[in-house]
């Protein structure tokens, strides 16, 4: 690798200085550097060290699905830029009428999209949608939107009163008022619930939302929002039949339901969608990161024409949708989306993540069977995560020093690999994977290779 700087740690002593980064406690820049990260190609990145890694949680928060140092994706927003970077409010751009009308061929039932930029702008969009659907078709009623414990829908205070994960809500209350909170559906730790794991647990899982809505009254609830595999909550795909008695309840209390892909999202778990996967049909869907793979900054909130119809009134001058975002009028995202799009397909990425699924769960499990830190693995696609515990009869989380410690080891070795970290205060023991979509059997055999030997190194 060609390092750019002359001075690399110039470079780390300006970002010590000045540069606050996300999610982590600054004392420890203290007593060690930064880590900037300079350059990757596929699978890889290097550091301003010189030092190469396998990057096994695509860009630290599953986000680069096809890889780093894709030309063509580049050279496509260059051409657009040059073009048209920008417009915004009223007007339409080509490509964004161009990727509107290719994402939607991939979401059968589906047919709007609103752009804007993060993760949680494009949740704070489905939430607003709700509420001003409450107003105006439901005289006020079903104003309530329903989250889930352990799904994360962003940053913005409306998204964090959606929160489910404690550790990243503490101290930034009080939140807007109308976000009721239901329980999550971890089957390896359904003794939490109350609930037996086994065949009826899906159901069971789905029930408990059921009895919220019962005891919030039906007639309140707009809309309930979920993962549909939970990511920084703990990798948590939902269990046998809980989908089909989600939509059953929704459909029965006509309640709409948003589903966030902000993670599973354009290919993560092998198919376009993760919800995709449970044969239900959503009326709202937000995206994010692997819209454009982190070449340009682009989210989506995807309606049926059903939602969109109750916004066309014009007999009502406040019914239209009274939402803009600046930068939903920046024309890198869509080209960039588009490209990325034509990658996952041209390249058969979405076969190839569920091959490589495949052998990234048999590794985990045959780990899974040497280490008894490891209590379950589960995910879906290349979205992957390994929960730990200290003891496997009592499930005891195991603490996050080691966790740390496993990272920081597989850091040595040059593997990037996550964790559930900053989500739920003593709950965060879920090794996170999710590699890129372009990852071969030799990346995956070495993630766990890496995994293995910092498991055993730390116990
Ligand atoms: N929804 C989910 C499921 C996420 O994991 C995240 C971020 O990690 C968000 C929403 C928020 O996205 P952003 O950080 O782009 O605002």
């Known amino acids: 690798m060609n390092l750019p700087f002359n001075d690399p740690s110039a470079i780390v002593e300006a ?7 996300h999610l982590i406690q600054h004392k420890s820049f203290e007593t060690v550097d930064p880590r900037i990260i300079v350059e990757g190609k596929g699978m890889r990145v290097w550091d301003i060290t010189g030092k190469e890694h396998i990057d096994a949680m695509s860009g630290g928060v599953w986000t680069v699905n096809v890889g780093y140092g894709r030309e063509r994706i580049a050279d496509a927003v260059r051409d657009q830029l040059v ?3 920008f417009f915004a409010g009223a007007a339409g751009t080509i490509p964004g009428s161009q990727f509107a009308e290719r994402l939607i061929s991939k979401m059968p039932g589906l047919a709007r999209v609103y752009y804007a930029n993060s993760g949680s702008e494009a949740n704070e969009k489905g939430f607003k949608m709700v509420r001003q659907i409450a107003h105006k078709v439901h005289g006020g009623k079903k104003w309530k939107i329903l989250y ?3 799904d994360y829908h962003g940053t913005t205070m409306g998204a964090l009163a959606a929160g489910g994960q404690d550790e990243r809500n503490a101290q930034y209350g009080p939140f807007a008022p109308g976000f009721v909170r239901v329980p999550h559906c971890i089957e390896y730790r359904a003794h939490e619930l109350g609930l037996e794991p086994g065949p009826g647990f899906g159901v069971a899982a789905a029930n408990l939302i059921e009895e919220v809505i019962l005891r919030e009254g039906p007639d309140t ?3 309930l929002c979920l993962e549909p595999v939970t990511a920084g909550g703990g990798v948590v795909p939902p269990p046998e039949g809980y989908w089909d008695r989600v939509q059953e309840i929704c459909r029965q209390y006509e309640i709409l339901l948003h589903i966030d892909e902000v993670v599973c999202g354009v290919g993560r778990t092998g198919a376009w969608f993760g919800y995709q996967h449970y044969g239900i049909q959503p009326d709202i869907v937000t995206m994010a990161k692997g819209v454009a793979s982190g070449y340009a900054a682009i989210s989506c909130c995807v309606t049926t024409e059903a939602v969109f119809e109750q916004f066309k009134d014009d007999s009502d001058p406040m019914s239209y949708f009274r939402d803009i975002s600046t930068f939903g009028g920046c024309t890198a995202g869509p080209a ?3 490209e990325n799009m034509a990658i996952i397909e041209e390249e058969n990425l979405l076969e190839n993540t569920i091959r490589m699924e495949e052998r990234l769960v048999d590794g985990l499990n045959r780990l899974a069977e040497r280490h008894d830190a490891i209590g379950q693995v589960r995910g879906k696609g290349l979205f992957q995560g390994a929960e730990l515990v ?6 005891e989380p195991l603490g996050e020093k080691e966790v740390g410690a496993i990272l920081a080891d597989c850091m040595a070795q040059g593997v990037i690999v996550g964790a559930t970290n900053r989500s739920v205060p003593g709950r965060n023991n879920t090794l996170c994977l999710s590699p890129a979509l372009i990852a071969t059997a030799d990346d995956i055999d070495q993630i766990v290779e890496a995994i293995d030997g910092a498991i055993g190194r730390m116990l």
Request: aromatic fraction near 4%.
């Open 148 to 150: 889930r414990d352990r």
């Open 336 to 338: 960039a989306a588009l």
């Open 221 to 223: 609830i707009g809309a």
């Open 15 to 21: 970002d010590r200085a000045h540069v606050w980064h």
């Open 83 to 85: 073009k048209l970077n």
């Open 390 to 395: 200290k003891n496997r009869e009592s499930k």
